[in-house]
């Protein structure tokens, strides 16, 4: 019995109106992500673009420096020398910190802020010390108890001359301004205190005499002498050269050489 070969069908291909179809689906596809990509690009251009120009327009260079805080110490004219580079520069590239330590070198100053006011200025904010005695000849004591060493002095009249041990400063001072109001109720102005390193006190005079007294009994030993002042000293006190209180029962008075005087006189209780 013969058999029968089996038919083959070939499938049928897409027609060139389905390819077509298919095509045109797949390129409006790609035309919507184009069109999308196109759109998000566009949008950080622009984004980019003003983002640009609102630096560039931040970007104002310093022409301007307010000094606030500026003294007979620190003058303006000083903080300007000193921050004159800055001028020109982009107000947000400048080195604020890098300015406040350079004004921080002045040993006069205590504290700097530098702050940027757009679009071109800076406000420069100064604190400084403020010197009331001058401290073992070379340096400066300052009304927080600080010594410090500025290499400008003040041009002020005549500061107290302080001296004494390192640490010393502001008992020295606390002496000076207690003993100072005692020595001028009768006439007498103090002009410095020095402490030895043994605690000892000498009394500096505006008239150039000095007043040893010691460490021990000072305000009993001072009115010693202030008790006598008026009647014994006081019309002799332009010949003075120092005054010794460290006595039990009374005080040396050394004269000046060229007076002719004695060296020593002693008086008693």
Not at 62 to 69: A, F, P, W
Not at 135 to 150: C, I, K, M, T
Not at 181 to 195: D, I, Q, S, Y
Request: net charge neutral.
């Amino acid at each position: 019995m013969a058999t029968r070969r089996a038919s083959r069908v070939r499938p049928r291909g897409p027609s060139w109106q389905e390819r077509w179809a298919a095509f045109a689906a797949g390129l409006r596809v790609s035309l919507r992500w184009a069109w999308r990509i196109g759109l998000w690009l566009a949008f950080l251009a622009a984004v980019v673009l003003v983002s640009q120009r609102v630096w560039m327009k931040l970007q104002t260079p310093v022409s301007q420096l307010e000094v606030e805080g500026a003294n007979r110490f620190v003058t303006e004219q000083q903080v300007r020398q000193e921050l004159w580079p800055a001028l020109g520069q982009g107000i947000w590239a400048v080195d604020i910190e890098t300015l406040r330590e350079r004004l921080l070198e002045d040993a006069w100053l205590t504290e700097v802020r530098i702050t940027r006011q757009w679009p071109d200025r800076l406000l420069v904010s100064l604190q400084t010390h403020q010197p009331i005695a001058t401290w073992n000849e070379d340096r400066l004591l300052s009304a927080s108890g600080e010594v410090f060493s500025p290499e400008r002095r003040p041009l002020e009249p005549e500061l107290p001359r302080l001296s004494g041990p390192t640490g010393s400063q502001w008992a020295v001072w606390e002496r000076y301004t207690s003993l100072r109001p005692v020595l001028a109720a009768v006439g007498l102005e103090l002009a410095g205190v020095t402490m030895s390193a043994r605690g000892s006190l000498s009394l500096a005079l505006a008239s150039g005499a000095v007043i040893h007294a010691g460490r021990q009994s000072l305000e009993a030993r001072l009115q010693r002498l202030l008790d006598v002042y008026p009647d014994t000293l006081e019309a002799k006190m332009d010949r003075v050269e120092r005054i010794d209180l460290r006595y039990s029962n009374g005080f040396a008075v050394a004269w000046r050489e060229s007076e002719g005087e004695t060296d020593n006189t002693t008086t008693n209780e």
